[in-house]
């Protein structure tokens, strides 16, 4: 068991990084990027205030449920 985990662990160390040197890089994009439509009006990036909204919203909801349930077991376990 310990040649398996010493051969992974070297493996992770020496193979792998030499598997991405190999990839080629991106390429440039064209020269009229941005001209014909593909590009945002204002240049900014997407809004993300909805989505972080929806999650706390989301998460707040979650805990609730799980303090409800929390209290709910602890009352019936006092009455029994």
């Not at 040649?3 to 080629?24: D, H, N």
């Not at 014909?36 to 449920?65: E, F, H």
Request: hydrophobic share 35%; proline share 10%.
């Amino acid at each position: 068991m310990k040649t398996i985990k010493i051969t992974t662990v070297a493996f992770l160390i020496f193979v792998l990084p030499l598997i991405s040197l190999g990839q080629g890089s991106v390429p440039p994009p064209p020269s009229d990027h941005g001209q014909n439509g593909d590009q945002s009006p204002d240049g900014g990036p997407a809004p993300v205030g909805g989505g972080i909204a929806i999650l706390l919203t989301m998460g707040a909801a979650y805990g609730g449920k799980k303090y409800y349930d929390y209290r709910k077991k602890l009352n019936n376990e006092m009455e029994d």
